[in-house]
């Protein structure tokens, strides 16, 4: 595999990793509950979840997806309802700044917790399917060993993605533990809750 076409991909990635999304959503949630360890944990689920679309599609299972309307539909319809519910738990736990400062919360999100929220969220999208049955294999050339190449993709996906989501997560912290907007800590976990319901729903509603 040329070394331009993995530029090519890594800056793809990038853009994607970018665009704000579902994605995005869930590693900030995943930070608020539980710190930048829970947001490491949620990038490491999110990177675990593509690498079982991309085995899926190397083994055409995602292809079904693709071809089927009544697949795509059940997974868009179960991710819709995962993120709604994270959406809504969000909402309800948003903690009081003043409190959490005297008291650590017993329930913060533990590393666990936040992979296994990154993980639900991406192997319930079934766009990410689409990504790595439509846009993945066209980076792998007709005399490119198939699972060699994709191991090297996906490491470069991963890269960004581990690089790209808790720099954010990071920075979104740091603004939130200093300055004027300290005590507007529970109120911006709560925006965050309305960002995932948001999602949820503009998911649940669309057509592809």
């Not at 070394?3 to 853009?15: G, I, N, Q, S």
């Not at 539909?73 to 005297?102: M, N, S």
């Not at 990410?128 to 294999?137: E, S």
């Not at 912290?173 to 948001?198: N, Y």
Request: proline share 5%; hydrophobic share 55%.
């Amino acid at each position: 595999m040329a070394p331009d076409e993995l530029v090519a991909f890594a800056t793809l990635c990038l853009v994607l990793a970018a665009t704000p999304g579902a994605n995005l959503a869930v590693v900030l949630r995943s930070a608020g509950a539980g710190g930048q360890r829970a947001a490491i944990a949620a990038t490491v689920g999110l990177t675990v979840g593509k690498a079982c679309w991309a085995a899926a599609s190397l083994a055409g299972l995602a292809a079904v997806l693709a071809a089927s309307a009544a697949a795509y539909d059940a997974v868009r319809l179960l991710g819709a309802a995962y993120l709604i519910w994270l959406g809504i738990q969000a909402i309800r736990t948003a903690p009081d700044d003043q409190h959490r400062e005297a008291t650590p919360s017993r329930s913060a999100l533990t590393a666990w917790g936040g992979f296994r929220r990154g993980l639900l969220g991406d192997l319930l999208n079934p766009k990410v399917g689409l990504f790595y049955t439509t846009v993945f294999p066209q980076f792998i050339g007709p005399g490119d060993p198939a699972v060699p190449t994709a191991s090297a993709l996906l490491a470069v996906h991963a890269l960004v993605l581990l690089t790209w989501y808790p720099s954010v997560a990071y920075a979104a912290g740091r603004i939130g533990r200093t300055g004027p907007v300290r005590g507007l800590r529970r109120w911006g976990e709560r925006a965050m809750g309305a960002v995932l319901v948001g999602l949820g729903i503009r998911l649940a509603v669309e057509r592809r």
